[in-house]
């Protein structure tokens, strides 16, 4: 089955810095990667995607990089703002399958 | 465009009683849904998914149960909840297709069983 984890429970960096979150997930047949951001209380908010495919894709101050030798994603936000704090949950899904799997998120906190 | 309509907000029950929780889908057709539970400050576990009208797969053993009466509604319940169902509980949609692509989620309900 799949499995998607992350490396770190919490990160902080400080206001305008670049953070990073990582994730790693088990299944190499895992064949589609999200970014989702949840503020307290909220459902998740959908990123940026990636299929298995490419290696990296951009966003709006968002890069999302796919490493498939070691099973390991990231999500680069660049330019850290305050309302970035949130939690960050990478989720994958298997390829025909119809369910993502999550991981555990990551909290984002930024310092001013 | 789509919205998923997810109620109530907020829930509390006691032990032993029933709970229904309805989540509906506007502006797409045939979606692929899901019910997560979300234990505080900790990921998003798959409860159940749809691919249609009546067809439920559960992924882990619970007190809960769904069901997809019409295409683009789903329903969470349990006769009698327990202490173990509190939780922040979210709805999600995604599209059916030969591609996985992006689920939408509800705005969850937080359900506190006392």
């Known amino acids: 089955g799949e499995s998607v984890g992350l490396h770190l429970p919490t990160l902080s960096v400080q206001e305008g810095d670049n953070s990073i979150i990582n994730c790693a997930y088990s299944n190499s047949a895992s064949d589609y990667f999200i970014w989702y951001k949840q503020e307290s209380g909220k459902g998740p908010q959908f990123i940026i995607d990636?299929?298995?495919?490419?290696d990296k894709r951009q966003g709006q101050r968002v890069t999302v990089l796919l490493n498939k030798t070691v099973k390991h994603l990231s999500l680069q936000i660049a330019a850290t703002q305050p309302g970035d704090s949130a939690v960050y949950f990478c989720a994958g899904n298997l390829q025909g399958a119809q369910k993502l799997v999550f991981g555990q998120g990551t909290r984002l906190t930024i310092n001013p | 465009s789509q919205t998923i309509h997810q109620w109530p907000a907020t829930l509390v029950q006691p032990v032993g009683s029933p709970l229904s929780l309805e989540c509906t889908v506007e502006g797409t057709s045939n979606p692929n849904l899901y019910w997560y539970r979300q234990a505080a400050g900790r990921g998003l576990q798959l409860l159940f998914y749809s691919v249609g009208i009546g067809q439920i797969s559960s992924e882990v053993p619970q007190n809960l149960s769904a069901s997809r009466p019409q295409d683009r509604q789903f329903i969470l319940s349990s006769k009698k909840l327990l202490l173990s169902d509190s939780g922040f509980y979210l709805c999600?949609?995604?599209?059916?297709?030969?591609?996985?692509?992006?689920?939408?989620f509800g705005q969850g309900t937080r359900l506190t069983v006392v």
């Open positions: 999600a949609w995604s599209a059916r297709g030969p591609y996985n692509t992006e689920a939408f």
């Open positions: 990636i299929r298995s495919n490419m």
